[in-house]
């Protein structure tokens, strides 16, 4: 069932990179001896947005982990605009990390800056530009997320999904190569939802960022990503195109978009025999 | 049944290895940490408004405990220390009794336990809150490593505020002392202050005090900023690691109190 | 808790003053810092036959008032008596027949070395010797001479 994406956009750098964003080989993951993830192999091509589909604890967060250098991979590659990761020095994870952006679960905004200073930060810690270039910038950002007048609250008195999107808007600070997204949909009302679905899409076909979409929402993901990897117990069962994983038979991908509570992923938790425990008193 | 206790007793034993091994590896573990945050110092120290924030918030903000304390604890040692000198008519050496008691061991040690419970408490729990909110691994991403911007000013703020209460508290409690000995009870004041510039010494007493408080502010301030990276992302888990601070701390300070003590007042008197 | 930076640095600097302040207080009010800083003075050599309680950093006094300090006490092999270093403040003049006794001030006080000069017309100079000491008052020795006398006394009239 698997099939190359649309071509990446020709933009700029991307004729100066290689065609993927991120390349997945083999990659096994362990932590503590328990084996997190098995041969995952995946390709994301630039400019397009990939989602990351499965059930909770997985380990589609720490496939993120692995692209940004977090965690090392027991075997395989881990390649990031054809660098590969695990080989990066400290200094060279942090020159690659400057063309990453990562927008976590529930915004992780510095608590004690105000949303100015969170978007600002990167900003200030990594180029040499002026307040009022810096300025410029950020309320530029902001008013990419819609959230310009809110420049100067706190990351306290935000609703979960504006402090979302001042997290997306802090992501895209540097105008980053990739975007990483865990969970952008967990928890937000219908509206926040399907303005952040769309701030992934327009980013994507605006400013020619790769987006890579961790998420269970099946429902918002095939509205906007142009590929999906369905991951289950640490392995890759099944990939395709919206179109194609919309009309497939395979079992696990037809119990995750119809929401079936039992199928290849069972409904109960392993336990002994029903009838057995129930009678046991005897 | 000498299998049976051989073998229990060598079950005990390699739980008591492997216990011992955790520990080292724990101790490891810590100095590659402190190792770490050293090195990201420079970078900590450059952006002075950082650390100035932190010497606001465990100085300044343990201002108050610090005074009060100090003030209550060289009234009581001045009421104590009376009733015992005067039996021997010796009331006048009552300031000297208050000030090297302050001065040489009260002071380091008292404000080095309040200052683990208030502010090396808050530093645990804001960084272990930081971490489970993900914001240190938002920053990592970002390129930006948490050990210099929200670590070593935490630290570098408790080793500069550490000493400063100690004196504070020592001052206060002369103060108390004085307030309590000569308005109160009425010692001569002359006396009072004579005997004490006599008998404190500036090198051996004041000098020695003062190493005593930034010693037990390196360690308060490591095990605070350690056990705040180090704890669970749960709520629980920074709950735990607050705890861990506190009676980390303090029992630190008490082992190296008596450590300093043995080397610095060797063969007194 | 946005603090804005002017009130944080006041605060800070505040705090900052209010310590070393503390610090300073400690080492001129409550030790010794001035005569540990003031100028170092001139050398003095006394000898004793037994120092008593003396210490080093004893204070050294003419007519009660404190000259200067006690800056070492050793032991002369080859006399076996007791060699005191004193550190007299620079301004102060002592004959060349000073006495120099061990004393102790009130009956459980510290013990400190009291001066007092003679008519000499030359004075004692840097590195002088105080020729005429007077040991330390070593109780059990009094006491033990008390008895002595009280015994001899007792026993004379037969």
């Known amino acids: 069932m698997s099939s190359q994406a649309a071509p990446a956009p020709a933009s700029a750098r991307a004729r100066a990179h290689p065609e993927y964003a991120v390349e997945l080989e083999g990659v096994t993951f362990a932590y503590d001896r328990r084996l997190v993830l098995t041969g995952i192999t995946m390709a994301v091509p630039r400019g397009g947005v990939v989602g990351i589909m499965g059930g909770s604890g997985c ?90 007048g809110a420049a100067r609250l706190m990351p306290s008195e935000l609703s979960g999904g504006m402090a979302r999107r001042v997290a997306l808007a802090r992501a895209i600070a540097l105008d980053p190569m990739l975007v990483m997204y865990d969970e952008p949909f967990a928890g937000l009302d219908p509206i926040s939802l399907g303005i952040v679905g769309q701030l992934i899409r327009r980013s994507s076909d605006a400013l020619g960022i790769t987006s890579l979409v961790v998420t269970h929402d099946i429902y918002e993901s095939l509205k906007i990503v142009d590929y999906l990897y369905f991951v289950s117990a640490g392995k890759i069962i099944a990939q395709g195109t919206p179109d194609e994983v919309r009309a497939s038979k395979d079992a696990f991908v037809r119990q995750f978009v119809d929401g ?23 | 049944m000498l299998n049976a ?40 120290l450059s ?33 104590q220390g ?176 008596f450590v300093l003590t043995v080397f610095m007042f060797r063969g007194v008197g | 808790m946005n603090l804005n930076r002017s009130a944080l640095d006041l605060w800070v600097g505040v705090f900052v003053a209010l310590g070393i302040g503390a610090i300073l207080f400690l080492a001129l009010k409550v030790g010794n810092l001035i005569d540990f800083a003031s100028a170092p003075g001139y050398r003095l050599e006394a000898r004793f036959d037994n120092i008593g309680g003396l210490k080093a950093r004893a204070p050294v006094k003419a007519a009660g008032v404190v000259v200067g300090r006690v800056e070492s006490i050793k032991l002369d092999s080859a006399t076996y008596q007791a060699v005191v270093t004193l550190r007299i403040e620079p ?12 004393l102790t001030s009130g009956l459980l006080g510290d013990v400190y070395i009291g001066l007092d000069p003679g008519g000499d017309p030359q004075m004692l100079a840097d590195g002088g010797t105080v020729s005429k000491t007077q040991s330390g008052i070593v109780l059990e020795k009094l006491i033990g001479q008390f008895l002595f006398d009280k015994a001899a006394q007792g026993g004379a009239p037969k």
């Open chain 2, 82 to 257: 009376y009733d015992v000198l005067q039996r021997y008519g010796a009331a006048e050496s009552l300031g000297v009794l208050v000030a090297l008691s302050l001065v040489r061991e009260l002071g380091p040690v008292v404000s080095g336990l309040l200052f683990a419970s208030r502010a090396g408490s808050a530093i645990t729990a804001e960084i272990g809150l930081m971490k489970a909110t993900e914001q240190l691994s938002a920053m990592e991403m970002m390129a930006v490593d948490p050990l210099a911007r929200v670590v070593a000013p935490r630290f570098w703020g408790g080793i500069i505020s550490m000493p400063l209460l100690a004196a504070l508290f020592s001052t206060l409690g002369i103060f108390g002392a004085y307030l309590v000995g000569v308005k109160l009870i009425g010692i001569d004041a002359g006396a009072f202050w004579s005997n004490m510039q006599a008998g404190v010494d500036f090198r051996y007493d004041i000098v020695n005090g003062i190493i005593k408080s930034i010693v037990f502010g390196v360690a308060v301030s490591m095990l605070a900023v350690f056990e705040g990276y180090d704890a669970k992302p749960t709520a629980e888990g920074v709950s735990t690691a607050t705890t861990r601070t506190v009676v980390e701390s303090s029992l630190a300070i008490l082992g190296l109190d």
């Open chain 1, 59 to 148: 380990g589609k967060t720490t496939i993120l982990r692995l692209i940004g250098g977090e965690l090392q991979p027991k075997s395989g590659r881990v390649l990031v605009a054809g660098q590969s990761v695990p080989d990066l020095d400290r200094d060279e994870l942090y020159l690659m990390r400057r063309e990453l952006g990562m927008l976590f679960q529930f915004g992780a905004l510095f608590t004690d800056m105000s949303v100015y200073e969170n978007v600002a930060f990167t900003l200030r810690e990594h180029t040499d530009l002026t307040e009022e270039l810096i300025r410029d910038l950020v309320l530029m950002k902001l008013h990419a997320v819609g959230l310009r």
């Open chain 3, 91 to 102: 301004g102060y003049q002592f004959t060349k027949d000073t006495i120099a006794s061990i």
């Open chain 2, 47 to 79: 952006r002075l408004s950082l650390t100035l924030r932190e010497i606001y918030f465990s100085g300044v903000l343990s201002l108050v405990i610090i005074l009060v304390s100090g003030l209550f604890v060289g009234m009581v040692l001045a009421l």
């Open chain 2, 5 to 44: 206790v051989g073998s229990g007793f060598l079950s005990v034993l390699r739980r008591m290895g492997s216990r011992t091994v955790t520990i080292i590896a724990w101790l490891g573990y810590v100095t590659r940490f402190a190792a770490a945050v050293v090195q990201q110092s420079p970078a900590a």
């Open chain 1, 260 to 282: 079936a509570p039992d199928g290849p992923v069972p409904f109960h938790y392993p336990a002994a025999p029903y009838r057995s425990e129930i009678l046991s008193r005897a």
